[in-house]
Every structure is written in C-alpha cells, then in structure tokens.
C-alpha cells in the first residue's frame, strides 16, 4: 500500500483545513487508517484512527471535539478534518496504513506510512 497525505497548509488559530490521505492498491478497505502528527523537537503522536469499516473512530482527548476522521472506501481515501485549530496542533501530519488489529492508537499496529503533510497554525 502507498500512501500519499495532502491538504496541509498555513491557516489562522480558529481555522479549518482538511486533510486526505489517498491510497493505492485494491485492499484498502481491509487496512485501519490512522493519523499522526510531528511537531517540531517532539516525538511523533497519535492524533486520530478509523477502522477498516468505518465503524468506530479514535481521538486523542486533545483534538476531540475539533478533529473528525473519515474514509471513503470507493475512493480509496482517508481524511482528517481539522477545525478551531490551535497554534499547537502544527505539525507534519502523517497518514499510516495497518492490518485490523486492537491497539489502534500505537504507532507500530501501523505498517504503511505516507510522507506527511505540513500544517501551520498562526496566532
């Protein structure tokens, strides 16, 4: 599976942008799919995950409210939809690919990693 994420930006505290996440190949639909994000000097963290139905969604308690996560199966394609962003959800945010196991938040259920996305939250 390749991943490619796009949709970041720059964009004002209150903000809205929406991320995608566009897969190849015909098994996607059997993948979950989730968000990560990288700010600059921190570690990688979980920000948002769907399972491979789009039956049950996951959010750190950070972005609930805020964030909302969705897929198109027919498409082929993950978003992140972000909204009232703050200064401190910039970062490069990642999409990742990962066969349907518990423990959707954890990076290494992931095995397919797209090359991340830009977005800047000005004040």
């Known amino acids: 599976v390749q991943l490619q994420a796009s949709g970041g930006g720059l964009v004002q505290a209150g903000g809205s942008v929406r991320l995608s996440c566009a897969a190849s190949?015909?098994?996607?639909?059997?993948?979950?799919m989730g968000w990560f994000r990288q700010a600059p000097g921190k570690e990688r963290e979980f920000v948002a995950a769907?399972?491979?139905?789009?039956?049950?969604?996951y959010y750190r308690d950070s972005v609930k409210g805020r964030f909302t996560i969705s897929r198109d199966n027919a498409k082929n394609t993950v978003y992140l939809q972000t909204n009232s962003l703050k200064p401190e959800d910039t970062a490069v945010y990642y999409c990742?690919?990962?066969?349907?196991?518990?423990?959707?938040?954890?990076?290494?259920?992931?095995?397919?990693w797209g090359q991340g996305t830009q977005v800047t939250v000005s004040s």
């Open positions: 990742a690919a990962g066969a349907p196991l518990t423990l959707i938040r954890l990076e290494g259920r992931y095995n397919y």
């Open positions: 769907i399972t491979w139905s789009g039956g049950s969604t």
């Open positions: 190949g015909r098994t996607f639909s059997t993948y979950n």
